[in-house]
């Protein structure tokens, strides 16, 4: 018997049997990442535009092509993926099968949602390493372990989220009013708060001895005196002066790299409670939203260095957001209002739920982004038209 067939075989109890798909993906995620940090970034240097390029086409090409696993692994109930599974009935939850064609939609489905809702966050990680002058080449770094801050955020978010909309289905509801509460507020809010004002950065400053300075790319540091470089002629390499006598404290301080990475980790964070709901909108299975939400993020670090420069040109993508937010907002409340309608007696005749299909959700939000792409590049702004050659 093959690997695939004991696969297809073990779903005797899919339930225990899901925990191992977790762990397998889990585990390729951490390969991921230490090939990521211990072989391709070990050193320092600034991340250039083709870099970030190559990076952005592995990370997208990793996502895109899990959904061929999705489809696979839910079609023959791999480690009893697609059995018993959380799945939306008449605005309620039932546990159900789910067909590979199905889970592979709603997977592509929530990965684009994901992908989409990040562009904004990049526009306040900009905002964080300009304020706090973050170089070039340490910025890597600080979004490296914002990443993995971010996972292990998020799955507890999503790991509550589905155990919470299980035993209280009103939830959706809940979930839907903030998603279109949150359209609206980026519809009205035009900027983001100043990074200094932050008050857990105040916070750290006032409890914590903090410098001024970096120290390579360390996250705290010893010295009380900016360090002195002196680069390798052989090798280009920055490397630093020892320390002088009496300029070492006795203590650790904070230095502004990690004052950057704790503003990322409360960025991700926000944009976590904003983006979990949206997703559970498509689809209740936690595996699915598990898996998209973190193939999302994980190429966050290298979308970041690509667009970074380039993201303010598309000046029609934060309008196509928000109509997306708006969009799986009202598709969650019509999917789990109608039963509560009924429940109250607020129609003589019975309110059935509207359920939108994954498929018709992906054209849509597909749909939107490339209209908005198309239309900043075709009517760029005055501001672009007016500035040099």
Not at 145 to 162: E, K, N, P, V
Not at 244 to 257: C, K, M, N, Q, V
Request: charge should be neutral; hydrophobic fraction near 55%.
């Amino acid at each position: 018997m093959d690997i695939l067939s004991l696969l297809a075989a073990t779903t005797a109890d899919p339930a225990s049997m899901k925990m191992w798909a977790y762990i397998g993906f889990i585990a390729l995620v951490m390969l991921f990442l230490a090939l990521d940090l211990g072989v391709f970034h070990r050193d320092a240097h600034e991340v250039t535009m083709k870099e970030s390029i190559i990076w952005s086409c592995i990370w997208l090409a990793c996502g895109v092509s899990f959904t061929g696993f999705i489809y696979y692994a839910y079609q023959f109930h791999w480690l009893g993926l697609g059995l018993e599974t959380p799945i939306y009935v008449g605005g309620k939850i039932a546990l159900g099968e789910v067909t590979g064609g199905t889970a592979a939609i709603q997977y592509l489905t929530g990965y684009v949602v994901e992908k989409s809702l990040a562009m904004d966050n990049i526009f306040v990680i900009a905002m964080i390493f300009g304020y706090f002058a973050i170089p070039a080449k340490y910025q890597h770094r600080v979004l490296f372990w914002g990443i993995i801050g971010a996972l292990i955020m998020r799955g507890g978010m999503i790991f509550l989220g589905a155990e919470l909309i299980m035993n209280y289905t009103w939830i959706l509801i809940v979930f839907g009013l903030f998603l279109i509460l949150t359209a609206v507020k980026m519809a009205l809010i035009t900027s983001h708060s100043d990074p200094g004002k932050n008050p857990v950065v105040k916070i750290a400053k006032r409890f914590f001895r903090t410098v001024d300075f970096y120290d390579g790319q360390k996250f705290f540091t010893r010295r009380t005196v900016a360090p002195t470089y002196i680069t390798d002629p052989k090798t280009g390499k920055d490397t630093y002066a020892p320390a002088e006598p009496g300029t070492l404290s006795a203590r650790y301080a904070i230095t502004p790299l990690f004052l950057a990475l704790i503003m990322v980790e409360i960025t991700d964070l926000v944009f976590a409670v904003d983006s979990i709901p949206a997703i559970f909108a498509i689809t209740p299975d936690p595996f699915i939203v598990f898996t998209s939400n973190i193939f999302a993020i994980l190429g966050l670090r290298a979308l970041y260095f690509c667009l970074a420069a380039l993201i303010a040109k598309f000046r029609y993508l934060k309008p196509a957001l928000i109509l997306i937010l708006g969009f799986v907002g009202i598709k969650l409340l019509l999917l789990a209002a109608p039963p509560y309608f009924n429940d109250f007696g607020f129609s003589a005749n019975e309110i059935k739920s509207i359920k939108i299909d994954p498929f018709v959700s992906l054209v849509i939000v597909l749909g939107t982004l490339a209209v908005a792409t198309v239309m900043s590049i075709l009517i760029p702004s005055k501001e672009d038209d007016t500035k040099p050659a």
